[in-house]
């Protein structure tokens, strides 16, 4: 079992949908880390959280850090929005470990 | 703030010959760098951590010897990829760790193509 999993694995939507994408962990962290990567490859830090939720524009992410779970939420999905997301933990050694990944394809 | 510039972003070479990458931190001192290679359809694996200064680790069936890490100054670390194989074809992209909001930075990544 992978220390980070995510799901679902793809997701399609329709532009302007809510969309959620789930986080769970089964290691201690001191913060959780949604990323984006870019299909060229380019990833981009979206939110890093300990506690509670955080909100920037159209995205939402909360923890639970009793339950080990986090969920990234996008309002009115955009084509734009096309990306792997990733959730990802921080080890004690500082690198970090990531998921797998969603594939999010949002048409228009 | 807390760009890492990574060049170069695509590269093809021959089998047997080498490729370096470089990762430079434009606006802050990274003293530590973390590479991490990505398989198609796979997450990124974390291949070493590079320290400026001494000598790089390595995760567990990573070749030391193949994949050379230098870390000589603080806004500069390279991974060079010898005697590149078909098998080594992948994605890298170095991250440093910084302060502030996010935690963490990373290169634009190096897409490696060995034919």
């Known amino acids: 079992k992978n220390e980070v999993e995510q799901s679902p694995q793809n997701l399609t939507a329709q532009e302007g949908e809510f969309i959620t994408i789930n986080c769970s962990y089964s290691v201690g962290i001191s913060a959780l880390h949604w990323l984006q990567q870019h299909p060229g490859g380019g990833i981009v830090s979206l939110f890093m959280?300990?506690?509670g939720k955080k909100k920037h524009g159209r995205l939402i992410a909360t923890i639970n850090i009793q339950e080990k779970h986090s969920s990234l939420h996008i309002t009115a999905s955009h084509p734009r929005d096309s990306a792997v997301y990733i959730c990802a933990a921080p080890r004690s050694q500082g690198n970090l470990i990531f998921g797998k990944g969603t594939k999010l394809s949002v048409k228009p | 703030g807390a760009v890492v510039s990574q060049h170069p972003s695509r590269v093809i070479c021959k089998s047997g010959t080498s490729v370096k990458i470089e990762c430079r931190s434009l606006d802050f001192q990274a003293t530590t760098m973390f590479w991490y290679r990505q398989f198609p359809k796979q997450s990124l694996m974390l291949m070493a951590t590079s320290n400026e200064g001494s000598k790089a680790t390595y995760e567990q069936g990573v070749e030391k010897d193949k994949f050379l890490i230098n870390h000589a100054s603080l806004t500069l670390s390279t991974l060079t990829v010898t005697s590149a194989h078909p098998e080594d074809s992948s994605f890298y992209i170095c991250?440093?760790?910084?302060?502030?909001?996010?935690?963490?930075?990373f290169g634009s990544g190096t897409r490696l193509t060995v034919v």
């Open positions: 959280l300990s506690s």
């Open positions: 991250s440093a760790r910084i302060q502030g909001l996010y935690g963490y930075t």
